[in-house]
Structure formats: C-alpha cells, structure tokens
C-alpha cells in the first residue's frame, strides 16, 4: 500500500474502533435498564435487545468511519488558530449534528423493522418524534458527544506526539530497551541564523513552521519518521529496510529539495528568501527505549546519531548539500543518481576516519 495511504488509514482507524466501544456501552447500559420488558418506556416503541446491539454496531462503525474520513480529509487543518480546548468543542458540536442526522435514519429504519409497517405509516415517525423531544434523546447526544470529543482529543494526541510514539505506547514495544539498525537524516536549514536577523524572530518563526509543514509529504511518502525538531534542523529516521527500500532515505531528500522549489514563488513573497538545506545520512545499530519520569519519550542513543551530526556538518566545508556514509552507500540497492567520492574523514571524536560521498540527481 502506498505509505501516504496507509498512513491515513491508520489515523482512520481509531475512530470506528471508539465509537463501537461506545455503542457496545450503551447498548448493555440499556439493556440493564431495560432488562425483559422489551418496550422503551418513553415512546414505547418496541425493543429488542439483539436488534439494538446490531444496529448500534453497524450504526458505530458506519459513524465512526465517516467522522474519520471527514476529519482526516476535509476538517484536520479547520479550527486550528482556536486554542486546543475551542477546537475539540468546535468540533464535538459539528459532528454531534452529523450524528444527530445519522440516528434519525436508524432510528426511523429500526422502528420500519420493528413494527413491520411502511415507511409511508404515521406511526414510524409518531414514535420516532417522541423519542427525539424526549430526554432519552438528550441523554444519548451527550454520551456520543463524550465520544466524539474522546475521538478527536486521540487523534490530537496522536498529531501532537506523533503516530509512531502513540502506536508503541499501546503496544508497549519499547517499555523494555530495543535494538535495531536504523537511517538517521540530520537536515538544517542553510544560513539560518542570517534570515533570523533579516526578517526578524517572528517571521521566522512562521518560516520554519512552514518549511517543516512543507517536508511532512515527503517523510510520509518515504516511510520515514519524524525523531526531532531541533531549532531549525529535523532529524528523520528509518528502519534500515524501509529507509533502503526504493532508495527511500535518499529519494526523501530530493522529494523535499523539489516540493520547496517548487514554492520558491510562495516563499519570496512571503518572507524574501527560499530557504536552502543541507543533510547528512549514516546508518547503523542504536538502542531505543522510554525515558523520563515526569515527561517520558523515546530516545535513541548510539554512535550512528552523533556520526550523522558531524557529516552533516561537514555539509559546508565540502560545499556540498547531501553527504553520505560509505557504510551506507554500500547497502543502497541500485538507481540511477550521482555519488561523488569526498574522501575519507575523521569525524570530531572518533578515531576511525569514514569514507564520505556527495550525493546528487541526473538531470
């Protein structure tokens, strides 16, 4: 599956999942209530349990799956000048409306079943209307509006901290330390501190933040993931077989240089300057695992992370803007760019001086 895709089927994902769970709650609350008298009491249309669990599943599911998709496609970047607590309210009343419009069509189809008569028969809608001005209706707006809000606080949560992060929080992978061979990109922004004093703190600020949206594609599209911002440099990271898979880790490089070119027009006008980058890519063996008590994230620790910082900084000196390892040039699977022999260098604080190449597309 394309990584853009399966990406957004992920975020998809748990909304169905939260609001089934939800559904599944309130139909075993209305059946302890309701227990064998198999009438609702307030518009006493008929009930049947095993008919409520199913069309609360189909219901859930159905719902969940829309509010995914119109989230995710439509109103993920809506709202988002409002504060966190105004966005996820904004949001819960939208889609309570979406929801409200939805159980009116269940509600008129389970009441069809029911009570075997046409949708043409007064007494479908009768009892229908006196659910819908009843508390009973009321109540069940505010239960699916807690889950709404939970569903979108989730996937807050999850763009805050990332999918990855959350994913292993779930799962637990790295509650113990993990070993695993790994890509690291380290990629800064060229002259960053000069633009800095050119267009002022703020503006600049603004130009970071969509210099970094502008990468997000990319990452995804090449299976990589986000590690760190730091100040004006990403680090972006790979598992070794989806970073060399299609020359991913590399193809991410110039998949992002063509995506800021191609804005170059939006960037000068907005602040002046196209912002330029440099990177350096090394791969190899790092530990991972939790950390922190207070706040916990996950840390990678290794020589492969410090190594990749000094080639990228080696950027400069060789007036290059893409450096790489020979450890890693040597497990690239064929294609068709340009490496350029740099030499072999002492990175600052190893012993062991490392073969570099300069990396670059055919025209």
């Known amino acids: 599956m394309d990584p853009k895709k399966e990406r957004l089927l ?45 069309s609360l599943t189909i219901m ?69 209307f006196i659910f819908f001005s009843s508390y009973g209706f009321i109540s069940i707006i505010l239960f699916a509006g807690f889950f709404i809000g939970l569903s979108l606080f989730f996937t807050e949560i999850v763009d805050y901290l990332g999918l990855d992060i959350v994913g292993n929080f779930f799962s637990g992978t790295y509650s113990k330390p993990v070993y695993e061979s790994r890509i690291f990109m380290f990629l800064d922004m060229k002259d960053s501190t000069t633009i800095a004093e050119k267009i002022g703190h703020k503006k600049h600020y603004q130009l970071i933040n969509e210099y970094y949206s502008d990468m997000t594609e990319a990452i995804v599209q090449t299976e990589g993931s986000i590690y760190q911002y730091v100040g004006d440099e990403i680090v ?83 007036g290059v803007n893409l450096l790489i390892s020979g450890q890693l040039k040597k497990l690239l699977p064929k294609n068709n760019l340009n490496f350029k022999p740099m030499g072999a260098y002492e990175l600052r604080g190893r012993l062991k001086k490392k073969e570099l190449f300069a990396v670059s597309e055919n025209n």
């Open 60 to 128: 859930t599911i159905i719902l969940g799956l829309v509010l995914g998709i119109i989230e995710e496609s439509v109103f993920k970047n809506r709202f988002k000048e409002l504060p966190f607590v105004l966005k996820i309210l904004s949001k819960t009343l939208l889609y309570i409306s979406i929801f409200a419009i939805t159980l009116l069509g269940f509600s008129l189809a389970l009441n069809i079943v029911n009570t075997g008569k046409s949708i043409a028969d007064a007494e479908v809608y009768q009892t229908v």
């Open 236 to 318: 972006v990271s790979w598992k070794l077989d989806k970073g060399l898979r299609n020359w991913n880790c590399l193809k991410c490089f110039f998949l992002i240089e063509n995506g800021i070119q191609r804005r170059s027009e939006n960037y000068l006008k907005k602040y002046g300057v196209v912002p330029g980058f440099k990177a350096g890519l090394h791969c190899g063996e790092v530990t991972r695992g939790q950390i922190g008590q207070i706040k916990r994230d996950l840390l990678y620790t290794g020589d492969v992370l410090n190594s990749t910082a000094r080639i990228q900084g080696l950027c400069n000196h060789l």
């Open 10 to 54: 992920l975020k998809i994902v748990p909304y169905p999942i939260i609001f089934l769970l939800g559904g599944l709650l309130y139909a075993n609350v209305e059946y302890g209530l309701l227990g064998e008298s198999y009438v609702y009491p307030v518009s006493e249309a008929v009930y049947d349990p095993l008919n409520s669990v199913l």
